[in-house]
């Protein structure tokens, strides 16, 4: 029996949104109890002093792409799992955009296996939607709920055709199935290379308007009233798809929203002289989107802020703009850029944690993102002050495109703890 107690921690408790002095038991690989006053260790427990600094529920995000099978060269289990642990990610939900597709158990149980045998992390696969997410017939979904998926998307290629898409989540909706859609009308979005708008046109790239992600949401939600699936919009980057959310949730639809980090910390003018590092899907928006973006995860509108991990070589991203691969790296990145929101005052740190862990853990309901007596011991420590630079070439990942390359970041990771183990430390 292995019996560890953190104390002089700076707790951070997304249920009950308090960030307070305590101490915290685990033993067994769950959380024991939680204490607001050091106790006296139990005999023969490891004691952790925290040294004041902040004590949260493990991060759980949703969307990374992890390229096995097909492209192992961008990415890996290892190098995912490695680059999750220094980031305080205690879970990845992975993405069936590899090549070839996860679309049938077989392929499914062999990623399940490359992650138990290569992660240090908890790895949970999203399956495809439909076959090939070709967009024409769906998967079994069922069998592949048995294999262990706990979501179905085609990630950011839509389906177009209605009656694939409601009869899909008709399905789903007999077996209890989370879908979770890209939210881009196809039409208007392809070949887009940015937003449209004055910055757009001044450096000659083709844009996307914003309204295509309402036009996208609002057939969705409409689909929603129709089926009654459990639904997640992946990305809602837009001032203009807040209100249909809104709607869509007081109205009783069973629909959740989340955001790139990404989208809540950079807007297009990051872009600037043809910067690929920051191409992205859907592109960067507005400065007046992305404050009303960040509001919205600080009101619980948007539920969910994940790192929409998307590792590229340095081959598909030196190209110009147009013709560059969209996506960035960010499970080491997460959680200091997440900060950014902190340190200026846009969103205190138990809100952060609710759409980082907790309302993630509910989405896909597991019981780990909360400090509380039963819970897994999946625990990042981290010190929300401290400075760096961030040196892309110091990065976990296998590919190295990140955004924040150079930037002035403030946090870092001291710990990573999963299921009571440490998987990532610096002290």
Known sequence: MTTTLFTNARLIDPVALTDSAGALLVQNGRIVDVYDITPTPPQGAMVIDCGGMCLAPGIIDIGVKVSE????????????????????????????????????????????????????????????????????????????????????????????????????????????????????????????????????????????????????????????????????????????????????????????????????????????????????KPPLRSEDDRIAVVQAVADGLIDIICSMHTPQDEESKRLPFEEAASGAVGLETLLPAALRLYHADMIDLPRLFRALALNPAHLLRLDAGRL????????????????????????????????????RLQGRVLGTWVDGQRVWGVI
């Open 69 to 280: 099978p097909g492209e192992r060269h961008k990415e890996s289990f290892r190098s995912a799992g490695r680059a999750a642990a220094a980031g305080g990610v205690t879970t990845i939900v992975t993405r069936p955009d590899t090549t070839p597709a996860i679309d049938t158990p077989e392929t499914l149980e062999f990623v399940e296996r490359r992650a138990q045998a290569d992660a240090p992390v908890h790895v949970l696969p999203m399956a495809a939607l439909t076959k090939g997410r070709m967009g024409q017939e769906m998967t079994e979904i069922g069998f592949l709920q048995d294999a262990g998926a706990v979501a179905f998307t085609d990630c950011d290629r839509v389906v177009t055709n209605t009656k694939v898409f409601s009869r899909a989540l008709t399905y789903a909706r007999s077996l209890d199935a989370l879908v979770i859609a890209h939210v881009q009308d196809p039409g208007l979005s392809d070949g887009a290379a940015v937003t449209s708008g004055k910055f757009a046109s001044l450096r000659g790239l083709p844009g996307v308007s914003p309204m295509a992600e309402r036009m996208a949401l609002d057939r969705d939600i409409s689909l929603l009233e129709m089926t009654g699936a459990r639904y997640h919009a992946d990305q809602i980057t837009t001032a203009r798809a807040l209100p249909a959310l809104e709607r869509a949730k007081r109205n009783g639809l069973a629909i959740t929203a989340g955001v790139s980090i990404h989208h809540l910390t950079l807007n297009e003018l990051d872009v600037a002289d043809y910067r690929t590092f920051f191409k992205l």
């Open 372 to 407: 509380l007596q039963g819970a897994p011991a999946d625990l990042v420590l981290f010190d929300p002050d401290a400075p760096f630079q961030l040196d892309r070439t110091t990065l976990h990942s296998k590919s190295k495109n990140t955004p924040f390359d150079g930037a």
